[in-house]
């Protein structure tokens, strides 16, 4: 028995010594729950080049719209967001990870915004008169000075958020998973989306696929709840500029001094019937 009872304390040592060696799996948590969220935020990811792509094009039909299309504004709007996503980007590189989600609300709540207030642009530079170059790229690198510093900040950001709350650091990764979403985001608009709802409608769907994942990412937040409201009112701020009644509104001040009848969007152009007096 005292044989048996030594043989059983040296396998139970042995056991014990095997166990203090073996590497502890890290369990990340995010406020209580445990961390499931790196699919989730891989998942975010994604759809933050999905509508930074969106963004883009949006934007870029607005504007064409409003200086009635030319090769300088493609070329000013493109200079510009590249300006402005590197200068988000640089801004950026040094922040706490609770700024991604931040900033994915202020990219939803800035682009329905910035899209009426590009509409409503058009009287200020007079009745059927074409804006100066001067002008148009001012114009354009004001409008594009927000969204574009927030889009190039969310990468910065979300590499954050990555090392700090799943203990990874894989640039690499994200920048797939951005491209991704930005591909997929191209093809939908161009072969889906373009054409059968107006951009207000596009955006106010994607902030309500993007809405539940950020408010499942935020439960580690310290200030969750104020989180929460301000995702909340931005998502119904987002509703409200995609009704019909916003829609015919923003488009009659876009051609105020003229009898606004319909617009169109096609994947092509943007095409507005209007009255002249008897014509």
Known sequence: LPKNRKKENERNERRREKTRQRPKRRRVLLGRSPLRSARLFDGIFVMHGFLSL????????????????????????????????????????????????????????????????IRLARPLFGFGITPGPIAMV??????????????????????????????????????????????????????FLSGRLSHLVILALTGAALGPMLAVLSAGLPNKKYFLASLAAVLVFMTVCATPFVEKFSRRLQWKGYVWLETKDTRFSNLTVTRTGDL
């Open 138 to 191: 001012l114009t354009t690198a004001a409008f594009l000075l927000p969204v574009g510093a927030i889009v190039g900040g969310l990468f910065s950001a979300g590499c954050a958020w990555q090392k700090e709350k799943l203990q990874q650091t894989d640039p690499p990764r994200l920048y797939f998973l951005e491209s991704a979403g930005a591909i997929a985001g191209g093809l939908s608009y161009t072969f």
């Open 54 to 117: 969106l963004v883009q094009l949006i934007l870029l039909r607005e504007l064409l719209t409003l200086f009635y299309g030319n090769e300088l504004l493609i070329g000013a709007l493109l200079g510009s967001w590249l300006l402005w996503t590197g200068l988000g980007s640089h801004l950026f590189r040094k922040t706490s990870p609770d700024v991604f989600l931040r900033l994915l609300i202020g990219l939803l709540f800035l682009v329905p915004l910035e899209t009426l207030l």
